[in-house]
């Protein structure tokens, strides 16, 4: 059923490719998700394991690339197209904060404060309004802004799920969510201006030829950091109520604090693009980039 898409025969599969990240992230995934069950300390292994085993398959895709075959993953993606590499990490890398900071909040107010399933989803519904009033002037100010909007997007992101973490902590449980709402709105409007305007500033370089290509494996790259951050948070704060006693509060700041630091490391990447973009680039934008590719990518 798949259509031919070069004049010599239908397009090649790359199974072993499949198989070899599939397998890796499989390895890297399965001890976060059994924390609970102690999953890190009997299956630790599997960590370096799944490491090897996606080298492998980096190995494998260049193979595939130097033969001309088509890759799972083009490796020309992260070392000729400007920009990619360093929007991917980004992404991947708030994602596991972002995606794993809602199951800790709704463990913590239904679990720790007796909240409804909806007054729950009520609680952080500052947080998705601040977002989607933020995504809509974002994608005005990108082109304008560059990189530096991702960058105070991030800084909002930090401070406002930082303040809700604190909040949680120490406020009374029956003024919690009123004192963290203020905190979530910020957090909201900081993650407007991140994953959208990132998507539009990682593919706006790559060629056309690999905007296929670049769109998957971006959203692979997310995925796998939402599913790390919706694994290890929730974990975490199921190890800390058995630590403390079911002390609730303690739990939701140390997990919430947890995926704070993740994002940190993606405003350290977030900041090194910019620095890069001020001083000129590094020269490796790539000549068939077009214009209407860019928007593409604003899309």
């Not at 890297?28 to 924390?35: C, E, I, Q, T």
């Given at each position: 059923?798949?259509?031919?898409?070069?004049?010599?025969?239908?397009?090649?599969?790359?199974?072993?490719?499949?198989?070899?990240?599939?397998?890796?992230?499989?390895?890297?995934?399965l001890p976060l998700v059994l924390a609970e069950s102690g999953g890190l300390t009997k299956a630790w292994w599997l960590f370096p394991a799944g490491a090897l085993v996606l080298v492998a398959f980096a190995?494998?895709?260049?193979?595939?690339?130097?033969?001309?075959?088509?890759?799972?993953?083009?490796?020309?993606?992260?070392?000729?197209?400007?920009?990619?590499?360093?929007?991917?990490?980004?992404?991947?890398?708030?994602?596991?904060?972002?995606?794993?900071?809602?199951?800790?909040?709704?463990?913590?107010?239904?679990?720790?404060?007796?909240?409804?399933?909806?007054?729950?989803?009520?609680?952080?519904?500052?947080?998705?309004?601040?977002?989607?009033?933020?995504?809509?002037?974002a994608g005005r100010l990108v082109e304008r802004l560059g990189r530096l909007l991702t960058v105070w997007g991030l800084v909002a992101v930090m401070v406002g799920l930082g303040a809700t973490a604190l909040l949680l902590w120490l406020a009374p449980s029956d003024l919690a969510a009123w004192l963290a709402a203020p905190a979530l709105?910020?957090?909201?409007?900081?993650?407007?201006?991140?994953?959208?305007?990132?998507?539009?500033?990682?593919?706006?370089?790559?060629?056309?030829?690999?905007?296929?290509?670049?769109?998957?494996?971006?959203?692979?790259?997310?995925?796998?950091?939402?599913?790390?951050?919706?694994?290890?948070?929730?974990?975490?704060?199921?190890?800390?109520?058995?630590?403390?006693?079911?002390?609730?509060?303690?739990?939701?700041?140390?997990?919430?604090?947890?995926?704070?630091?993740?994002?940190?490391?993606?405003?350290?990447?977030?900041?090194?693009?910019?620095?890069?973009?001020?001083?000129?680039?590094?020269?490796?934008?790539?000549?068939?980039?077009?214009?209407?590719?860019?928007?593409?990518?604003?899309?």
């Amino acid at each position: 059923l798949l259509p031919r898409v070069a004049p010599g025969g239908p397009g090649r599969l790359d199974p072993v490719g499949v198989t070899l990240l599939g397998a890796g992230i499989l390895a890297v995934m399965l001890p976060l998700v059994l924390a609970e069950s102690g999953g890190l300390t009997k299956a630790w292994w599997l960590f370096p394991a799944g490491a090897l085993v996606l080298v492998a398959f980096a190995r494998w895709e260049r193979r595939v690339a130097r033969r001309g075959g088509q890759p799972l993953l083009e490796p020309g993606l992260l070392t000729e197209t400007r920009g990619y590499a360093t929007g991917a990490g980004l992404a991947a890398l708030y994602f596991v904060g972002f995606s794993g900071v809602w199951l800790v909040f709704a463990l913590f107010f239904q679990n720790g404060l007796g909240y409804s399933p909806l007054m729950s989803g009520l609680a952080v519904t500052p947080f998705a309004v601040g977002s989607a009033v933020a995504a809509a002037v974002a994608g005005r100010l990108v082109e304008r802004l560059g990189r530096l909007l991702t960058v105070w997007g991030l800084v909002a992101v930090m401070v406002g799920l930082g303040a809700t973490a604190l909040l949680l902590w120490l406020a009374p449980s029956d003024l919690a969510a009123w004192l963290a709402a203020p905190a979530l709105l910020l957090g909201g409007l900081g993650s407007g201006c991140v994953i959208s305007p990132n998507i539009t500033m990682t593919l706006r370089d790559v060629p056309v030829r690999m905007a296929g290509a670049a769109g998957g494996a971006l959203q692979t790259g997310q995925r796998l950091g939402g599913a790390v951050g919706t694994a290890a948070l929730p974990g975490l704060f199921y190890l800390t109520l058995n630590a403390t006693h079911d002390d609730y509060h303690e739990a939701v700041a140390l997990s919430v604090g947890t995926g704070v630091a993740a994002m940190l490391c993606a405003l350290t990447v977030a900041v090194r693009d910019w620095h890069r973009d001020r001083h000129g680039g590094d020269g490796n934008c790539p000549p068939e980039t077009s214009h209407s590719h860019t928007h593409a990518g604003q899309n």
